[in-house]
């Protein structure tokens, strides 16, 4: 894939609309537009990797630092009971778009009542604003986007 074809990267750019919790000069968070639930965020590095085994390793540790911090911020404002983190890489794995990105998503206990996963739908604006403010509230206030 190029890289002037990648949402990811027309994202990162400022080419396409999404809504951005939190960026800095290496990363950005952004609110998933078909969440699972409520506050599914997908955090990315700015660079361009197509999995994350072309990262280099202390990028990937640099990630996953960021994916905690932005896990926290997610539990503390949306009051979640529990997180899944995931990353896919590679077509057979379900990664969709080839742009190194973990997925954060928000769990409660009214998610587990059908024993199955929840399904994925469409986010309207608002409640993706609604839910971003919520989240950057308790974020450093420093690289924050509004």
């Keep these: 894939m190029k890289v002037d074809s990648c949402i990811f990267c027309s994202i990162v750019s400022g080419h396409s609309k999404a809504e951005i919790i939190y960026q800095d000069s290496t990363f950005v968070a952004l609110l998933d537009k078909y969440p699972f639930s409520m506050g599914h965020t997908l955090v990315i590095p700015r660079k361009h990797y197509e999995d994350l085994l072309k990262m280099p390793k202390e990028e990937v540790g640099n990630l996953y630092c960021m994916v905690s911090i ?6 503390k404002a949306l009051k979640s009971e529990g997180l899944n983190i995931g990353q896919n890489n590679g077509r057979a794995a379900n990664q969709i778009i080839p742009h190194v990105h973990v997925h954060v998503i928000p769990r409660f206990k009214r998610d587990i ?4 996963w929840p ?13 971003s403010d919520k989240i950057r509230s308790v974020l450093p206030t420093n690289n924050i986007t509004g």
């Design 70 to 75: 932005i896990a926290s911020a997610i539990s």
């Design 113 to 116: 009542v059908s024993g199955r």
């Design 119 to 131: 399904s994925r739908h469409l986010a309207n604006d608002l409640e993706l604003h609604e839910i």
